[in-house]
Every structure is written in structure tokens, then in C-alpha cells.
């Protein structure tokens, strides 16, 4: 029996070693570096997002409005203990409102915050060279500096830090926070 159970235990050794390199496997092949993104739909439009800045993905969570200047902002969201503000990128982007969104990502950032859309597409791993900079003169949006060339078409790629540092500029300050003129 003991020798039945050490074939079995060398069998699911090497199962679990090609399982992993399966996932290396294309990697090691071409040579070429790999990047993660996420095929997403804003406003019927196509986007892609880095994986590698994105901290999760929820679809359907429940969202509680709270009153704010920011238009954008479409409530707080409660996730394991953490309390994170979901903005419209429809509205961050450019685009015009709509439906409220039924995706949202948390982005990898300092604090907590997320950015809602409405579809997600997909996950792609492309090469690393179907990633293209805007050249100067193209009309490269204020958070798209570029795009990635997928099987389906270019998308713009979103850079998700840019637009949390701008959305973390155009907070308005509270009135705990502001000094009183002396």
C-alpha cells in the first residue's frame, strides 16, 4: 500500500509541475515578454486595462450614494472591512452619463478606490510589443497615453494611476482640513 500512495504522490508531483509550466510554456517559447490586460466596454467603447494595476474585480455590488460635489463619484462600497469610493469612468473618460455600471475594479493604489464600467470583455495576455505609445500629435487621451493591439483591434489602454492621482487632485478639502486665515 505504501508504495501505491508514493506512486500516487509522484504522479500528482509531476501533474502539478506541467499544469505550472503550461502557464510558461508560450513565455518561454517566443522569448517575448507577456502583458496582462483587461478587455473592458466604457460608454459602448472598447478599453483595455493593466492587470498589473488593478487590485480586484467585482461585478454587481451593492453601491451607497452619498452626497458630493464630484459627479463622478457613484458611492462607497463596503468589500471585507474596506470602504472604497466607485467613480464613473464613463464621466472620468470623457463620456456621457448613463446606467449605473455593473463592473467596477479596485485599483492598486494607497487608499482604496475603484473606478466602475460597464462590461468586462475579457482577459488578455499579449505580447509586451503590442503595447504602442502615443507619438506626439496623436490624439491620446488625458488617461490613455497609449494603446494595445489586441485580436479584436487596438484598445486604448487606461492608466489607472494617472487618473487616481487626478481624481485625488480635484478633491475638495474639508473644513477640518482648511487653516483659518490669522
Given at each position: 500500500?505504501?508504495?501505491?500512495?508514493?506512486?500516487?504522490?509522484?504522479?500528482?508531483?509531476?501533474?502539478?509541475?506541467?499544469?505550472?509550466?503550461?502557464?510558461?510554456?508560450?513565455?518561454?517559447?517566443?522569448?517575448?515578454?507577456?502583458?496582462?490586460?483587461?478587455?473592458?466596454?466604457?460608454?459602448?467603447?472598447?478599453?483595455?486595462?493593466?492587470?498589473?494595476?488593478?487590485?480586484?474585480?467585482?461585478?454587481g455590488r451593492k453601491l451607497v450614494p452619498?452626497?458630493?460635489?464630484?459627479?463622478?463619484?457613484?458611492?462607497?462600497?463596503?468589500?471585507?472591512?474596506?470602504?472604497?469610493?466607485?467613480?464613473?469612468?464613463?464621466?472620468?473618460?470623457?463620456?456621457?452619463?448613463?446606467?449605473?455600471?455593473?463592473?467596477?475594479?479596485?485599483?492598486?493604489?494607497?487608499?482604496?478606490?475603484?473606478?466602475?464600467?460597464?462590461?468586462?470583455?475579457?482577459?488578455?495576455?499579449?505580447?509586451?510589443?503590442?503595447?504602442?505609445?502615443?507619438?506626439?500629435?496623436?490624439?491620446?487621451?488625458?488617461?490613455?497615453?497609449?494603446?494595445?493591439?489586441?485580436?479584436?483591434?487596438?484598445?486604448?489602454?487606461?492608466?489607472?494611476?494617472?487618473?487616481?492621482?487626478?481624481?485625488?487632485?480635484?478633491?475638495?478639502v474639508s473644513a477640518s482640513e482648511r487653516?483659518?486665515?490669522?
Amino acid at each position: 500500500m505504501s508504495g501505491e500512495r508514493k506512486d500516487l504522490a509522484t504522479a500528482a508531483s509531476e501533474l502539478r509541475a506541467a499544469f505550472d509550466q503550461a502557464f510558461t510554456a508560450d513565455q518561454l517559447q517566443s522569448g517575448e515578454r507577456t502583458v496582462d490586460v483587461l478587455a473592458i466596454r466604457v460608454a459602448e467603447q472598447s478599453y483595455a486595462l493593466r492587470l498589473a494595476e488593478v487590485l480586484a474585480v467585482h461585478e454587481g455590488r451593492k453601491l451607497v450614494p452619498v452626497p458630493t460635489p464630484a459627479p463622478a463619484l457613484l458611492g462607497l462600497v463596503g468589500l471585507r472591512g474596506l470602504v472604497a469610493p466607485i467613480y464613473d469612468l464613463r464621466l472620468l473618460l470623457g463620456h456621457a452619463a448613463g446606467h449605473l455600471p455593473s463592473w467596477f475594479v479596485l485599483v492598486r493604489s494607497p487608499s482604496p478606490i475603484g473606478v466602475a464600467f460597464d462590461a468586462l470583455e475579457g482577459h488578455l495576455r499579449l505580447p509586451e510589443s503590442s503595447l504602442v505609445s502615443a507619438r506626439s500629435g496623436d490624439n491620446a487621451g488625458r488617461f490613455t497615453p497609449g494603446s494595445v493591439l489586441t485580436p479584436g483591434g487596438p484598445r486604448p489602454l487606461i492608466h489607472l494611476p494617472s487618473l487616481v492621482e487626478s481624481i485625488a487632485r480635484s478633491k475638495p478639502v474639508s473644513a477640518s482640513e482648511r487653516e483659518e486665515p490669522r
